[in-house]
């Protein structure tokens, strides 16, 4: 099984401040056919689903603020919240649908300092 | 709009079965691959099954994480437009909020565009 990993567990970060979250497999997701990672980055509120945010690693999903980005392949990737927001408060979760068992990372929890 | 509304959750004692269902609406459904993912109260996200359109016969119709091989059975009503979860042999640690959601593409080599709200499963005595 591939194994997703995140850092930080957790992070405070300031209103209109960057943050940034870690996500690593344990072996690489990246297609060689297609030229593409099969990697995606969610969003879960608290008491609601979770939210595609990213995929492919860094294609950013329609009507998702371009405050959000995506980045990295292979083993590491990156999703960036350029300027935080109120609304953004949520925990991230990274996932790779490379191969099943498709695996989630264990979240990160973002939160206003 | 894609809606995606599951169904079916229930208190039920180890050992037991429940099957779950998800009515969807707003897409063509038959034509994209559908997943079950689930979340252990307070835990993270945990995929569970997948099942591929039924013209796609580029690999396995349907596929489980370990745990549940056996003993869940996905399976799709495409007239209907229905997805289920039978669940049989229940145990507490399969407690969860289940979701269901549709992927982007006939592939469940996919992530997951649209969730529903979920539906409680409790395993206990």
């Known amino acids: 099984d591939i194994v997703m990993t995140q850092s930080p567990d957790s992070l405070a970060v300031s209103l209109g401040e960057r943050a940034t979250i870690n996500c690593k497999s344990s072996?690489?997701?990246?297609?060689?056919?297609?030229?593409?990672?099969?990697l995606a980055w969610y969003q879960q509120k608290p008491g609601q689903p979770p939210r595609l945010l990213v995929s492919w690693a860094s294609t950013r999903e329609s009507g998702v603020p371009d405050r959000f980005s995506g980045s990295g392949s292979g083993t590491d990737f990156t999703l960036t919240i350029s300027s935080l927001q109120a609304e953004d408060v949520a925990v991230y979760y990274c996932?790779?649908?490379?191969?099943?068992?498709?695996?989630f990372g264990p979240g990160t929890k973002v939160d206003i300092k | 709009e894609v809606q995606v509304v599951e169904s079916g959750g229930g208190v039920v004692q180890p050992g037991g079965s429940l099957r779950l269902s998800c009515a969807t609406s707003?897409?063509?459904?038959?034509?994209?691959?559908m997943s079950w993912v689930r979340q252990a109260p307070g835990k993270g996200l945990e995929w569970v099954s997948s099942?591929?359109?039924?013209?796609?016969?580029?690999?396995?119709?349907?596929y489980y994480t370990d745990s549940v091989k056996g003993r869940f059975t996905i399976s799709r009503d495409d007239s209907g437009n229905i997805l289920y979860l039978q669940m049989n042999n229940l145990r507490a640690e399969d407690t969860a909020l289940y979701f269901c959601?549709?992927?982007?593409?006939?592939?469940?080599?996919?992530?997951?565009?649209?969730w529903g709200q979920g539906t409680l499963v409790t395993v206990s005595s």
């Open positions: 099942i591929r359109t039924t013209g796609d016969n580029s690999g396995d119709r349907t």
């Open positions: 996932q790779q649908y490379y191969d099943t068992p498709l695996t």
């Open positions: 707003g897409f063509t459904f038959s034509s994209y691959a």
């Open positions: 072996q690489s997701v990246f297609y060689n056919s297609n030229k593409k990672n099969y």
């Open positions: 959601s549709k992927c982007p593409r006939a592939s469940p080599y996919s992530p997951t565009d649209s």
